[in-house]
Every structure is written in C-alpha cells, then in structure tokens.
C-alpha cells in the first residue's frame, strides 16, 4: 500500500477500507509518512468527507496508535469533560476541580490551541512551572492524590491525534466533522473513563457554524461513545459571542480563579456548573441532574474546588500562589481600547476573527512550532443585545508587540455588527442536549457522508 494512492483515492471521492485506514494511521504515527502526504490526505478528507464507515475507522485507528489506560485500581468512576473549542472556553479548568473536589475522578487529556480557538494545555503552561507532560506514573500519582490530572497526548495516548492535530492546525483543516469526531474521540476513549460529557459549540466562534452541523457532529461522537460501552452526553452550546469576558492564556486562568472563587461571569459560570452537574449524574454521584447542579455550587461556595484547583497546580510542578496572586502569571506589557466605531446595539460578532485577532498578537500559533505568548490577551466589554455608545470600548487588547497591533485592532472592531435596534432572537446558551445518536439505525452508514 502507498500513501500517494490513498490521497488519490480520496481526493477522486473514493471510501476507504479499515486496512487503507489502519496503514495510513500507524505508518504516519511511526514517521514513515511524511507531514506533506498527510496533509494532502487531511485536505481531500475535509473536502471530499469520511462516511460513518471511514471515520469509526479512523477513530479506532487513531485510539489504537497508543494505549488505552486503565485506572482500576482508583476507585469510583473516572469522567472527562471535552468541547470541539470556541474563543475564552475554559470551562475545563473550572468543571476539573469541582468535579474532582466532589469525589470523581478527572483524568483529562486535553489538546492545544487549534485554529482561532484557544487550547487547555496551552492555557496551564501560563502557570509558571506547570507540567502537562508527567509520565503515565507521575499522572496516575498525581490522579491518586487530588482526583484530577490534566495532561497532552504522549507517546502512549493517541499519539496520531497529537500529530495529525498539530498538521490539522496549520493546514486549515479542522472543520470537519470526521475528523473533529476522531480527534476527540480517539483521545477520550484512550483516557479509561466511563463517562463522557461532550460540549459541542455552535455558532460563529464554533468550528461548526450551524447548528445542523453541531448536532450531526454530537450525535456521531454519542453513538461512537455509546458503542464502546460509555456513558456519553452532548451539549449544543452558544458560540456567538466569546464564552465569559476574556480570552488568552493568563487572563483566561485568572477568569477561572474568579468563577472558583464564587463570581466570575454568568454565562461562563452557569455552563460551568451545568457540565459539572452532568458529570455527577452521570457518575452515579448524585441521583438527578438537579441535585448535580447543586452539589456543584456547594462545592464552589464552601472554597473546596478552588482549594482542589491550588493542590492540581501544585502536583503538576505550577505555582500554586498564582491563585491568590494573579500578577504571577505571565503579564503583557501595554493595553490598548477598541473603541465602538458607531453606537447602537450589538446584534452579532464575528467571534471567529476574535480569537484570530488574539492568535496575530501571539496568542495562538500560525505553524506547528510557533510558540504561544501567554501575556498577551483581549477584555471584552460588549456583548450581544447591548447598547453601546461610539467610543465606548468594545474590547482592550493586552499586548507586547506593536508589529500586529494595528491589524488586530482592525480586526476586533470590525468583529462587532452594531445595528439601531437590538437583536430580534437572543441565542440560548445550551441549545440542545443529545442523549443518543438517532441517525445510528440510518439504513446505509455508507449514505451518511460527513465533511
Ligand atoms: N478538539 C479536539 O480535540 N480535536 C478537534 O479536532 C477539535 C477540537
């Protein structure tokens, strides 16, 4: 078998068998496929789709290019938390906590920045010190003691999903539904977790504009859980506008601090809260998605997630002291304001050019091997359905280099449509819940062609 045939089986619409699948997977994982083939079979993958078929194939691949853990020996059920991404979702670093202080256990494998959304792993590396890269021992350790470990792909979990992210991010091929599902997938299903809540975004800021394509990408991930035995649920959740008030890498940890410490923006606060809930009632903690919700907010209220946030910190080699001192983290040298160009009220951002305005200030990467400048962040002031006056701030950009400051200040402020009356429908933010993938018994997986 040779790679530049399955490009061009793809590239000409052509379905692949689990063997083309399995070779390409394992030959790419061991270096024997070099990154210019891969892309272009990424790039005919995004264009031309992946059936049902093709991507559980992929997923499983993917899964079997590195082991599968097994934390039976701690005990109680192991949940995970993941979402396809957005601009200033950080919910993981709030739900890990409070799920982990309310006795599960977290062992979350997290990615990068992709594209213009921002990644966890990147987000724990503004923490000085911190290491997303223990050993499967060290993670196990650390998972024993504080219920919670956040870590990368290694060379044992699902190290084709580490590299073929990484070529996805700077070849402009993410927003794929079969490749998005395998990515997560894969990874998720490595982690040894019975329980999986998904938080799939929509919206302008989502890899998945429209909701059609965030319940399609939902309901394939679902069935592909719920066939290996997993208890998974997905949330269709608002990415119109960024989740919470800020995005970067410093600012969003402090952001983070702030809803465990019992404030913090509603909306980051409430999702936040409504995942965690899932997770413990998902995790048999408690009886109802009520009672979820609540533990939740106890747990906040009595300091015990910020507390379980300090010790994960110190277990992965970060300052903890970055809690009560935020001016510890990574800081950018100058703020600038964004001022409205006109007033009126806010109907729509352009969310996606958001998160790229902030990846141009270095904020996120443009090639594989670029590296993040965790200082460097943006506020924002306005959000949808507000009324804001010309000159008003919309946004500060903390920055430390003037060398694409302009541009990105073009960019902001272009990214708010200001209009004389507010918007007619206000967006929800959880759209929908998905509790099973109802195209499973679709007569031909093989019809289902999912770009
Ligand atoms: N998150 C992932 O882990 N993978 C994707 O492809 C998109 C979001």
Same mark, same amino acid.
């Given at each position: 078998?040779?790679?530049?045939?399955?490009?061009?089986?793809?590239?000409?619409?052509?379905?692949?068998?689990?063997?083309?699948?399995?070779?390409?997977?394992?030959?790419?994982?061991?270096?024997?496929?070099?990154?210019?083939?891969?892309?272009?079979?990424?790039?005919?993958?995004?264009?031309?789709?992946?059936?049902?078929?093709?991507?559980?194939?992929?997923?499983?691949?993917?899964?079997?290019?590195?082991?599968?853990?097994?934390?039976?020996?701690?005990?109680?059920?192991?949940?995970?938390?993941?979402?396809?991404?957005?601009?200033?979702?950080?919910?993981?670093?709030?739900?890990?906590?409070?799920?982990?202080?309310?006795?599960?256990?977290?062992?979350?494998?997290?990615?990068?920045?992709?594209?213009?959304?921002?990644?966890?792993?990147?987000?724990?590396?503004?923490?000085?010190?911190?290491?997303?890269?223990?050993? *499967?021992? $060290?993670?196990?350790?650390? %998972? @024993? +003691?504080?219920?919670?470990?956040?870590?990368?792909? =290694? !060379?044992?979990? &699902?190290?084709?999903?580490?590299?073929?992210?990484?070529?996805?991010?700077?070849?402009?091929?993410?927003?794929?539904?079969?490749?998005?599902?395998?990515?997560?997938?894969?990874?998720?299903?490595?982690?040894?977790?019975?329980?999986?809540?998904?938080?799939?975004?929509?919206?302008?800021?989502?890899?998945?504009?429209?909701?059609?394509?965030?319940?399609?990408?939902?309901?394939?991930?679902?069935?592909?859980?719920?066939?290996?035995?997993?208890?998974?649920?997905?949330?269709?959740?608002?990415?119109?506008?960024?989740?919470?008030?800020?995005?970067?890498?410093?600012?969003?940890?402090?952001?983070?601090?702030?809803?465990?410490?019992?404030?913090?923006?509603?909306? *980051?606060? $409430?999702?936040?809260?409504? %995942? @965690? +809930?899932?997770?413990?009632?998902?995790?048999?903690? =408690? !009886?109802?998605? &009520?009672?979820?919700?609540?533990?939740?907010?106890?747990?906040?209220?009595?300091?015990?997630?910020?507390?379980?946030?300090?010790?994960?910190?110190?277990?992965?080699?970060?300052?903890?002291?970055?809690?009560?001192?935020?001016?510890?983290?990574?800081?950018?040298?100058?703020?600038?304001?964004?001022?409205?160009?006109?007033?009126?009220?806010?109907?729509?951002?352009?969310?996606?050019?958001?998160?790229?305005?902030?990846?141009?200030?270095?904020?996120?990467?443009?090639?594989?091997?670029?590296?993040?400048?965790?200082?460097?962040?943006?506020?924002?002031?306005?959000?949808?359905?507000?009324?804001?006056?010309?000159?008003?701030?919309?946004?500060?950009?903390?920055?430390?280099?003037?060398?694409?400051?302009?541009?990105?200040?073009?960019?902001?402020?272009?990214?708010?449509?200001?209009?004389?009356?507010?918007?007619?429908?206000?967006?929800?933010?959880?759209?929908?819940?998905?509790?099973?993938?109802?195209?499973?018994?679709?007569?031909?997986?093989?019809?289902?062609?999912?770009?």
């Amino acid at each position: 078998m040779r790679a530049v045939d399955l490009i061009r089986k793809k590239r000409d619409s052509g379905e692949h068998t689990r063997p083309e699948i399995d070779f390409l997977i394992a030959s790419f994982t061991r270096g024997e496929i070099p990154d210019y083939q891969m892309a272009a079979w990424l790039m005919a993958a995004w264009l031309r789709g992946l059936n049902r078929a093709e991507l559980t194939f992929l997923t499983e691949a993917m899964l079997h290019s590195g082991e599968i853990l097994d934390h039976s020996a701690i005990p109680g059920k192991k949940v995970d938390k993941h979402s396809t991404g957005g601009v200033g979702d950080k919910t993981s670093l709030i739900l890990a906590p409070i799920v982990a202080a309310g006795g599960l256990t977290v062992p979350m494998i997290s990615g990068r920045g992709l594209g213009h959304t921002g990644g966890t792993l990147d987000k724990l590396e503004a923490i000085p010190g911190f290491n997303t890269a223990l050993t *499967l021992k $060290e993670f196990r350790h650390v %998972l @024993s +003691a504080c219920g919670m470990g956040l870590i990368g792909q =290694t !060379a044992e979990i &699902a190290p084709a999903d580490k590299k073929i992210y990484a070529l996805r991010d700077a070849t402009s091929t993410v927003e794929s539904i079969g490749l998005i599902c395998a990515s997560i997938m894969s990874k998720k299903l490595a982690e040894g977790i019975d329980v999986l809540v998904l938080d799939v975004k929509t919206g302008s800021g989502a890899f998945m504009k429209s909701k059609k394509d965030a319940v399609a990408l939902a309901q394939t991930m679902v069935g592909i859980g719920q066939s290996v035995g997993k208890k998974v649920v997905a949330l269709i959740t608002d990415m119109n506008q960024p989740l919470g008030r800020v995005a970067g890498h410093s600012n969003e940890i402090v952001e983070c601090v702030e809803v465990l410490s019992g404030g913090g923006p509603a909306d *980051l606060r $409430e999702l936040s809260i409504e %995942l @965690s +809930a899932w997770m413990f009632f998902y995790g048999q903690k =408690t !009886a109802s998605l &009520a009672s979820g919700r609540r533990l939740a907010a106890e747990i906040i209220a009595s300091g015990k997630a910020k507390a379980k946030f300090r010790q994960a910190i110190e277990l992965q080699g970060g300052d903890p002291r970055v809690v009560e001192e935020p001016r510890r983290l990574p800081q950018a040298l100058s703020r600038v304001e964004v001022p409205s160009p006109r007033g009126g009220y806010i109907t729509a951002t352009n969310c996606e050019n958001l998160g790229i305005a902030l990846a141009i200030l270095g904020g996120g990467r443009e090639r594989k091997e670029d590296r993040i400048d965790h200082g460097v962040g943006l506020e924002f002031h306005a959000r949808i359905g507000e009324r804001v006056k010309k000159g008003q701030p919309l946004a500060t950009i903390h920055y430390n280099s003037d060398a694409k400051l302009a541009e990105a200040r073009e960019m902001i402020s272009e990214s708010y449509e200001i209009s004389g009356a507010p918007p007619k429908v206000k967006n929800p933010l959880i759209y929908q819940t998905i509790l099973k993938d109802k195209a499973r018994d679709a007569p031909s997986p093989r019809r289902r062609r999912t770009r």
